[in-house]
């Protein structure tokens, strides 16, 4: 394995898609040059390195039985420097996730593994492991997510980059407002192809909507929400709430829907300056119309769940009265537009975007001396170790001289 480490590279060959024009649209709308900048990562000091010894140290170690150190598997990622080695790669990630020092992989080695992978022409290995991030420690921060996201984005692979964004609610990621807009651009643009979404992927599209849009009191904040907890409704009232938050951020009562009537009547009544997207609203009232025509008793859960279930399913009628109630108002008081909720997101992300772009690289800095001062204290200890064990050696050495 190690040895294998140091085979020639096959270098990918790049291709080019045709919609030029849309992609430089996109670049336009999306993180800054400054933003996604490696020279601060790349001026961090240097500790030299070559790639087969450091993988032949971990492979004896490891038949030694022994733990590999946070700061080889740290420095076996930053000497990744080829595709094919951040291949290779995978399988030290995977074992120093399996061992006794599994918890301390650092945050500064996780951010490079991403950096690498997206260096080097890797991003479906990032996206892998970062989707099997049990199995291989890979919990990014939110520049980090952001700097993922963006790259999909910026390929106009709006499914990927809702891959990504769904990693970031599984982890409750939510904080920076720059991750919430990159988020809601990549699930808008997604929805907008009209993709044919199963009751998993359904569930998935309204969490991150509703998880991203929570902190903006804004149009397309407001519009996600009330998108995102139908979404999770609907799955509620054709698959049962227990589907609904296994394995999810989400809480386990019922009333999904109740909770997107809930925003909008909080719309009419202390947001009267919002107007929701028309195509959202929309989208909510043809999800209210496919549930009514749901054959009663197709959920199959326990006992217990089930009669839940018919509870909620009861309710569907006065929510569908509630829903035309609503959205009466909001045409009376002038609180609907006429734009997709896409539309309204590409204006919030051009609006706003560059805003978030300055703190978040304020805070980027200050992130990368805190982990070069952690660093080289580990380093410090780590000589202070070596020198420790070499004179206890030549302390042992010398007595066994004198006998």
């Not at 599984?170 to 808008?188: M, N, V």
């Not at 296994?246 to 009562?253: A, D, F, G, S």
Request: with cysteine.
């Amino acid at each position: 394995m190690a040895a294998s480490i140091l085979q020639r590279c096959q270098f990918p060959v790049q291709t080019f898609s045709k919609c030029v024009n849309y992609r430089l649209i996109a670049r336009r709308r999306l993180l800054s040059a400054a933003y996604t900048d490696t020279a601060l990562w790349e001026q961090r000091q240097k500790d030299p390195q070559d790639l087969g010894q450091l993988a032949s140290l971990m492979d004896r170690t490891y038949e030694r039985k022994f733990p590999v150190s946070s700061l080889v598997i740290g420095r076996f990622i930053d000497t990744l420097s080829s595709r094919e080695e951040v291949d290779k790669a995978e399988y030290y990630l995977y074992k120093f996730r399996h061992s006794p020092n599994c918890w301390y992989l650092r945050d500064w080695s996780v951010h490079s593994w991403f950096r690498q992978c997206l260096k080097h022409g890797a991003r479906d290995k990032a996206l892998y492991t970062l989707k099997n991030k049990v199995q291989f420690g890979m919990f990014p921060d939110d520049f980090t997510f952001n700097l993922l996201i963006d790259s999909f984005i910026k390929d106009a692979d709006f499914k990927g980059a809702c891959a990504v964004v769904e990693e970031v609610m599984l982890q409750e990621s939510f904080q920076r407002s720059s991750t919430q807009i990159l988020s809601l651009y990549a699930l808008s643009k997604y929805l907008a192809t009209k993709p044919e979404l199963s009751w998993q992927e359904e569930r998935i599209m309204g969490a991150s909507l509703m998880l991203a849009g929570l902190k903006q009191e804004n149009s397309v904040g407001f519009s996600a929400q009330i998108l995102g907890f139908a979404l999770i409704g609907k799955v509620e009232l054709s698959a049962g709430i227990h589907v609904v938050f296994h394995q999810m951020p989400l809480i386990w009562t019922s009333g999904y829907l109740a909770r997107a009537l809930a925003v909008i009547s909080s719309v009419c009544c202390h947001f009267t300056h919002v107007q929701l997207s028309e195509e959202v609203l929309e989208s909510v009232e043809k999800i209210l119309q496919d549930l009514s025509v749901i054959p009663d008793g197709q959920i199959s859960a326990n006992d217990t769940e089930e009669e839940e279930d018919t509870l909620e399913r009861l309710k569907l009628p006065e929510y569908m009265q509630r829903f035309k109630e609503l959205k009466d108002r909001l045409l009376a008081q002038n609180q609907t537009v006429p734009r997709s909720l896409d539309s309204l997101v590409s204006d919030l992300t051009r609006e706003t975007l560059a805003g978030c772009e300055e703190s978040d690289l304020a805070q980027y800095r200050q992130t990368v001396r805190d982990w070069e001062a952690e660093r080289h204290q580990l380093i410090q200890r780590e000589r202070e170790t070596k020198e420790r064990n070499q004179e206890e050696r030549l302390s042992k050495q010398r007595l066994g001289a004198a006998h």
